[in-house]
């Protein structure tokens, strides 16, 4: 058995802390709860208005309609649109249903192809200060009828949100 040195062991783990930590919570008949959360030194501030003003730049493209074609937006008010655009088309991706700036950010509706399979769902954004650093906690509560069930799907969904979490981490802690 190879010996691994205590650096090699701290670039691992380091690595493995910038990731979101990501968990289906739950897979019923009817839906599926995933949550993800990651932490950043960024003030819950800083964090909300990168997180509302600034998706476009971070939310990753390849999980939008229209990749870099379209632009996306959060309008951060109650009866507002986390929508997409490209020059004549455009996407409601969700709707904003809750709003408390910098703690929680409460979108409904089905992300991607839940929006196609009649899903609907609650995904919530809160923010909380714990020991001078943000916790983001992003859950998505999903319900509708899927003939294949949810086993298969909440993973695959899970992931998904793993990923564009972790694109707001990366876009929070880049150099200026």
């Not at 951060?76 to 408390?100: L, P, Q, T």
């Not at 509706?109 to 929006?115: A, M, S, T």
């Amino acid at each position: 058995m190879k010996k691994i040195s205590g650096s090699i062991l701290l670039l691992c783990f380091g690595l493995i802390n910038t990731h979101a930590k990501a968990e289906v919570l739950q897979v019923s008949e009817h839906g599926f709860i995933v949550e993800n959360t990651i932490q950043t030194d960024k003030k819950p501030e800083v964090v909300w208005a990168k997180l509302v003003k600034d998706i476009d730049k971070w939310w990753p493209k390849d999980h939008s309609w229209w990749g870099d074609m379209g632009k996306l937006s959060i309008q951060a008010y109650a009866g507002g649109c986390f929508c997409e655009v490209s020059d004549d088309k455009s996407a409601e991706h969700m709707r904003i249903s809750f709003v408390n700036p910098n703690k929680t950010l409460r979108m409904t509706g089905g992300l991607g192809p839940l929006q196609g399979m009649g899903m609907y769902g609650a995904l919530n954004w809160v923010l909380s200060e714990q020991e001078q650093k943000t916790q983001v906690t992003l859950t998505y509560r999903v319900t509708g009828i899927n003939p294949e069930g949810f086993e298969k799907l909440a993973p695959i969904v899970d992931r998904v949100q793993s990923i564009q979490l972790n694109e707001l981490k990366k876009y929070l802690e880049k150099r200026p």
